[in-house]
Structure formats: C-alpha cells, structure tokens
T-cell receptor, first 114, second 114 residues
Framework: KAGVTQTPRYLIKTRGQQVTLSCSPI?????VSWYQQTPGQGLQFLFE???????NKGNFPGRFSGRQFSNSRSEMNVSTLELGDSALYLC?????????????FGPGTRLTVL | DQQVKQNSPSLSVQEGRISILNCDYT??????FLWYKKYPAEGPTFLIS?????DKNEDGRFTVFLNKSAKHLSLHIVPSQPGDSAVYFC?????????????FGTGTLLAVQP
C-alpha cells in the first residue's frame, strides 16, 4: 500500500513569491492535516481537512491557506513568502478524525525562502 | 506559548540500557497523548499512545507513563537498540477525540551507542 506522498520534495523560492505544496493521502484516507516544522519550534499544526471541509486551523496568518479535493488530495498555499516561512512542511493522512485513527505522515516538502 | 515541552534536546544511551524521554504539558484539557519517532528525511511515524484515563500503556519495548497531576509523561525504551536512534516527539490532543489536531513538543534526539 503506497504511503503519503508529497510533492515537490524540495523547493527554493524568493521573498514575496507564492508557493503551492501538494499532498496525496493513503488510498481510502479522507482526513489530511498539515504541519510546519522549524528548528526549535517542533511541528506546528496548520490545518486539518476532512471530506473537502476545513475542520480545524492553527495560529498562522492568512497567507497560509489550503484546500482538499474530492479525491482527498490536498494542497496548501503560502502567499507573499517571508524568510521565516523556510521550513519542512509535513502532511499526515488518516481514515477519519479522532483517537482511533492513526495519522501517517509523508516525508515532507523542504521549502527554502531566499 | 509552548503547551507541550520536551526540555531535553538530546539524550545518549548505551545499547541494552533503558532510554527515558520526558515530556511536560500545560493544558489540562489534553486528553490523549502520543509519541512519534522521526528519522532524517522521513516523516514522523507513530510509536505509542495513551489516553488520559490511563496511567500506563505498554507495547513491546516501549512503555508510556502518564502522571496527570504533574502534567508529565515519559517514554521508556527497554532495551535500547542502535536502530532506536532518532528524534522523538511527544504530542497531545484535546477535544474528546473528534479532531486530528496535535500539539507537538520540540523533540528529543536519542542516540543509542553500540
């Protein structure tokens, strides 16, 4: 069974640009969550989608947005990039929300903002 | 405001000995706790979890202890093996299991020396 895939794996952008990251969940999984990992901050929750609806959102500015498609694939977008947006962006998928649904993480997209 | 704290950035242990990783939290509404392991260039993988109604959960070499009064949990690995060398993240959830939102600590790098 294929795992969670994220594309691209590496990305270099300059300040002010925008970027779109993609996440394909495990087949049959309908929930996708996004996290930002930076040194010293651990993983910080960005948002959670289930059946194309955003169920939860973390404390990030409006420059960070996301969506989920009918096939459960998800994208996140960051507009007007800042140097501080350089991070590893991870997505995780699960069958549904809640304790009994293990979340499986993808390998992440490493974004560097110059 | 770091609601989940892992105060030891790194830990070094001899093979065969016990590894004890600690985690403290401040939000008394957290009702579910998890440990994830992360190797370089890979996403975190789920290790073990515990709900707030329990004080111990065991899975093979891994045991998680929860002390709610102290808002403290720990992960014990016995015996430690070189393949356990990785970054370990503690995570917490609230909301009665209706959400996939996890609050992560900053991680502890475990090095198991052969």
């Amino acid at each position: 069974k294929a795992g969670v895939t994220q594309t691209p794996r590496y990305l270099i952008k300059t300040r002010g640009q925008q970027v779109t990251l993609s996440c394909s969940p495990i087949s049959g999984h309908r929930s996708v969550s996004w996290y930002q990992q930076t040194p010293g901050q651990g993983l910080q929750f960005l948002f959670e989608y289930f059946s194309e609806t955003q169920r939860n959102k973390g404390n990030f500015p409006g420059r960070f947005s996301g969506r989920q498609f009918s096939n459960s694939r998800s994208e996140m977008n960051v507009s007007t990039l800042e140097l501080g947006d350089s991070a590893l962006y991870l997505c995780a998928s699960s069958r549904a929300s809640g304790w009994n649904n293990e979340q499986f993480f993808g390998p992440g997209t490493r974004l560097t903002v110059l | 405001d770091q609601q989940v704290k892992q105060n030891s950035p790194s830990l070094s242990v001899q093979e065969g000995r016990i590894s004890i990783l600690n985690c403290d939290y401040t939000n008394s509404m957290f009702d579910y706790f998890l440990w994830y392991k992360k190797y370089p260039a890979e996403g975190p993988t789920f290790l073990i979890s515990i709900s707030s109604i329990k004080d111990k959960n065991e899975d093979g070499r891994f045991t998680v202890f929860l002390n709610k009064s102290a808002k403290h949990l720990s992960l014990h690995i016995v015996p430690s093996q070189p393949g356990d060398s990785a970054v370990y993240f503690c995570a917490a959830s609230e909301g009665g299991g209706a959400t996939n939102k996890l609050i992560f600590g900053t991680g502890t790098l475990l090095a198991v020396q052969p």
